[in-house]
């Protein structure tokens, strides 16, 4: 017989020892038919809710909740407050040994063979008679004959049930303060009491929690009420990076000072993946799993929170739990964020929460620990073991563009290896477009994504301009060269972003440049109108940019920020608060570019208008002029498509009509469509007619002369 079925007859005996002395005390009440029953005890002198706690040595938390064999401290004054919740206190949990014991058992704290009651009993801080009414509550469900007993012992047909009163009639060492809201069996909800209209509590009916007989019966699992709201975190092996501040975690919670409270483990960032992996690698080194509770789950009425509150004290005292609270999307002056701080300051044992942004709270003790993903080289590392000899220097391709945690860089290797098996010439591409497909769908919710369809040919610019665009694109392909293998990023804590400020008027080719660069660089490029981001409503703009670079944080993006002049004006002297925020969101922006691994693009045609501090933290500012006769020209030649029907055009009259190229394109597809109307080719009347119509839109001056049709025309080229 192993350990567990040993146990598990051992405590199987001490029940049908306890029930059996249970029926005999019920019996020998039911006899004396004449006799009244016993009175209760007199009410102390004290508040019924305020009972005394013995003195006890207070040794460090750690050793109270992890050194294996340990008496448990009594209720303090706070836990036995039946109007706030008890305040944060040592971990209660199961020693490490808990950890082998087998699942759905109750594991012993000292005796390898103490009955679950017992153990129960201990956990709480139940007294001998709270333990017996316990137990004779727990015989309704377990023995048939205790019904009828009940009712014979309390001379009443009608009440085949346990009640107080007949706990102080038949058990030793009755106490009043077992009534109390604040004694174990009503704040641990350990018992249900139904007590119809105006009964009194002392007569109304008892039942054992379903939870709390099964333990006693030697059945040990998660409260069916919580399982619907946590989940286990997995284990998960960690990089180096991250391995390192899992012992971090773990040294500063061994070294917490004696007496003092637990202290809150803050898992910041956004890569919530790597968090609950760091969180449940520092459970399992206390032996306890770590559960998820999603913030979004907590009750926002208060009775219901308080519930919940004191089933997840329950089962951290009767299982190894520790608890994650998964707040990553609550923003700190949400009304979520109030649930949030209670919650956690009154659960008990180890604690996570997983947020954005530090929460600054001076009453609940917290150990704040930022948690970026896997470092380029972890990644570029397991890229490399995953894909084999035959990756190349996808790899290092791969780690350069994107920022994926361990878990995610496995499913798409897998995956692409999996789609190329027959075809191992595809895997470069299947790889590249896996990786930007997991990046999309996050970005997508929050800005338009563009499809680049120009090359560098379609760039009609000064080549000091289109150089200084190549330089951008080269920049961005070899910055694993440079930040990873030559050392720059371990040398440098800022700069290592790459931003360019685009400066042209509307028309100039900024955003065709924008599209140029990502189709060369195989990225996604996304345009965020900055004027729609910013809001007249304090804190919303912060809000709004967290959003949008949390989203683009796994990379492979192109941010293409237009109306850049929206938010990036000369700032002003703080007059009230609604400057003093404006400020605020402004080196928000620039701190979140700053961190930003890709390519970050602000637009703008008021470069004057940008606070010069601004401009001297981007690394490139290309200026994209109105362009001249030439460059107007080479536009008009290659505005049509080869397949439109085009007849003669003359280019340099139409060169000399001052437009840009965005007004060309305009130009060039509204003639079009009025001559498939027409139905003849595109030529010269039809484009005049267009020209003419854009500068009654632009509300130019027209001088009709100049858009009359041409008695004989040059050569489209």
Known sequence: MNDQATWLAANDSFLATALADLRARLQRAAQQHDAPAAPPPPVPTAAVAAVEAPAV????????????????????????????????????????????????????????????????????GLSPFERDLLLLCVGMELDTRFPALCAQAQHDPARPYPTFALAFAVLDAPNWDALSPGRPLRYWRLLEIHQPGAQ????????ADERVVNFIKGLNYLDDRLVPLLTALPAAALPASQQALAEQVIDSLRHAPPGEAVPVTQLLGSDSVSKQAI????????????????????????????????????????????????????????????????????????RFVDAREPWADPAIPAL??????????????????????AAGTQPQHLAGHFDFNLGRIEQIARGALAATAHEPAALTQTLWQN????????????????????????????????????????????????????????????????????????????????????????LSLYRIDLSAVVSKYIGETEKNLRKLFDAAEDGGAILFFDEADALFGK?????????????????????????????????????????????RRLRFVVNFPFPGPAERRAIWASVFPPQATVGTLDLARLARFALTGGSIQGIALNAAFMAAQAGVEIGMPVVLEAVRGEYLKLDRPVNEADFSPPESAGGRS
Request: glycine share 8%; no cysteine.
């Open 435 to 522: 990786a930007l497909a997991h990046t999309r769908p996050a970005l997508d919710q929050l800005a338009q994504r563009i499809e680049p369809k120009a090359g560098w040919d379609d760039l009609k610019l000064p080549d000091s301009e289109k150089q200084l665009l190549h330089r951008i694109a080269d920049q961005v392909a070899r910055r694993g060269t440079v930040y990873d293998d030559w050392g720059f990023r371990a040398r440098m804590n800022r700069g290592l972003s790459i931003s360019a400020l685009f400066a042209g008027e509307s028309g100039t080719g900024k955003t065709m440049a924008a599209e140029v660069l990502a189709g060369e660089l195989g």
């Open 279 to 350: 969180a449940q690698t520092v459970a399992a080194a206390f032996g306890v799993q770590a559960y998820r509770l999603p913030a979004e789950l907590l009750p926002g009425a208060a009775g219901e929170q308080e519930t919940l509150l004191r089933l997840w004290q329950r089962e951290s005292r009767l299982l190894p739990l520790a608890l994650y609270l998964d707040a990553s999307g609550v923003e700190r002056t949400d009304a979520a964020a109030m649930l949030v701080r209670r919650f956690i300051a009154n659960a008990d044992g180890l």
């Open 571 to 615: 700032r002003s002297e703080v007059k009230d608060s609604h400057d003093r925020y404006a400020n605020i969101e402004v080196n928000y922006l620039l701190q979140r570019l700053e961190s930003f691994r890709g390519l970050a693009i602000l637009a703008t045609n008021m470069k004057g208008a940008l606070d010069g501090a601004f401009l």
């Open 368 to 389: 704040g620990i930022d948690v970026a993903k896997p470092t380029a080289i972890e990644q570029r590392t397991l890229w490399q073991r995953l894909l084999g000899d």
């Open 200 to 207: 009194p509590l002392v007569g109304a009916a008892l039942a």
């Open 57 to 124: 040595s207070k040794p460090s938390w750690f050793g109270r909740v992890f050194g294996g064999t340990h008496p448990r401290a009594a209720l303090t004054a706070a836990e036995l407050d039946a109007i706030r919740p008890p305040a944060p206190r040592a971990i209660d949990a199961a020693p490490p040994d808990d950890a082998a014991t087998p699942a759905g058992t109750p594991a012993p704290d000292a005796n390898s063979h103490a009955p679950a009651l017992e153990i129960l009993a201990e956990r709480l």
